[in-house]
Each structure stands twice: as C-alpha cells, then as structure tokens.
T-cell receptor
Framework: DTGVSQDPRHKITKRGQNVTFRCDPI?????LYWYRQTLGQGPEFLTY????????KSRLLSDRFSAERPKGSFSTLEIQRTEQGDSAMYLC?????????????FGPGTRLTVL | DAKTTQPTSMDCAEGRAANLPCNHS???????VYWYRQIHSQGPQYIIH???NNETNEMASLIITEDRKSSTLILPHATLRDTAVYYC???????????????FGTGTRLQVTL
C-alpha cells in the first residue's frame, strides 16, 4: 500500500505525559499537512510543510505542540504535557505540488486519549 | 475561505441517487468547490472538485449553479459503502506550486439503507 501511513493508530496516555506521532506521506508528495478532529466535528487544520519548511501554523497549535519534517519526507507531531482537551484524532495528509493535483490524501489517523 | 452550509443528515435507499446539497453564497470568483467524505474511523477521502462547470468522475457528479452560490454532489447509485460524512469545502486553488489548507465544516451524515 503506497498511501499515507500514520503510527501509532491509537495512543492512550496520562495527563502531563509527552507523546509523539509519526506520518509517512506518499513518497513523491512534497506537501504534508496535520489536522486534528474531535468527536462530531470536521478536521481542523494545524500546520503545513512544503518539503522540510513549515510554512503555516494554526493558532490551534499551542506552544505545547511541535511538528517537524527534517528531511522533507516523514513528519512528527509532538505534544508536550498533554491535557485532556488534547484527546482527538490527529490526521496527516499529503499532496503533490503539481497544479493539476489539488487533492489531499489522508492517512488513517492517530487517535489520542488523554486520561 | 468562504463558509458552507450543509444539512446535518440525510438518508438514501440503496441503489437510488443520493443528492447532497451545499450552500456557499459568499464564494468568490477564484474559489473552487471541493467534496470530501469520511467513512467511520477513516481519514477523509477526496471525491471531486469544480469551479463553475459541472464535473463528473468515477465516484460522483458535481452540479454547480450558474451563480455559484450552491452546489449538489450526486452519487448516482448509492450503496451501503457510501454511508459516510460528506464535507463540502470552498477553497482557493492557487497558482502553480502553491497549496492551501482545507477548512472543514461539520458535513452531512449520509445513511444509505437497504
């Protein structure tokens, strides 16, 4: 399967702990997005990379959140000192830089539960 | 990006056409209409997009009104596997090499029944 993959699929942690999620985009895609989705809501944009450069961050991305894409391939999203309000599905998507390919391909998500 | 309005939920009998409406009365001239869907416990999936002409692909058809203030996604022969939340998104598609984020609303929950 050459789609977007995310690891882990599920994470349960205690409040105050740090967690890190990984996203592997489709190999030829240079754009990578992170979204967060809470129950009953649509996904909300968090941040976006073009190659290794982080070009946009939502105000939802507090100081406890950090995302990296060091080699322009996979990306990590770290949440420090987790809070119960961080419980959500974290979705990663990738897309090509070709103007004719505007769709974003989403991974299956990482479901975070903060106890 | 312009805001969209969709019904919260809809039902459709299997084999019938599912017509999902979307209002986007504040859409601007350079904004496209995109449709994604999200099947339970999966990430969203792209369906189709258009600017002002009607579009069709292997999954669905998109009908955009002449004034572009509303659109309808048509699944011609709905199956049980089409049960999902369908999101209508209005989005800038920028010139070559530039991307923009997707702004999702709460979508329409389509239930396809036997």
């Amino acid at each position: 399967d050459t789609g977007v993959s995310q690891d882990p699929r599920h994470k349960i942690t205690k409040r105050g702990q740090n967690v890190t999620f990984r996203c592997d985009p489709i190999s030829e895609h240079n754009r990578l997005y992170w979204y967060r989705q809470t129950l009953g809501q649509g996904p909300e944009f968090l941040t976006y990379f073009q190659n290794e450069a982080q070009l946009e961050k939502s105000r939802l991305l507090s100081d406890r959140f950090s995302a990296e894409r060091p080699k322009g391939s996979f990306s990590t999203l770290e949440i420090q000192r987790t809070e119960q309000g961080d419980s959500a599905m974290y979705l990663c998507a990738s897309s090509s830089n070709l103007a004719s390919e505007n769709e974003q391909f989403f991974g299956p998500g990482t479901r975070l539960t903060v106890l | 990006d312009a805001k969209t309005t969709q019904p919260t939920s809809m039902d459709c009998a299997e084999g019938r056409a599912a017509n999902l409406p979307c209002n986007h009365s504040t859409i601007s001239g350079n904004e496209y209409v995109y449709w994604y869907r999200q099947i339970h416990s999966q990430g969203p999936q792209y369906i189709i997009h258009g600017l002002k002409n009607n579009e069709t692909n292997e999954m669905a058809s998109l009908i955009i009104t002449e004034d572009r203030k509303s659109s309808t996604l048509i699944l011609p022969h709905a199956t049980l596997r089409d049960t999902a939340v369908y999101y209508c998104i209005v989005r800038l598609t920028l010139p070559w090499g530039t991307a923009s984020k997707l702004t999702f609303g709460t979508g329409t929950r389509l239930q396809v029944t036997l």
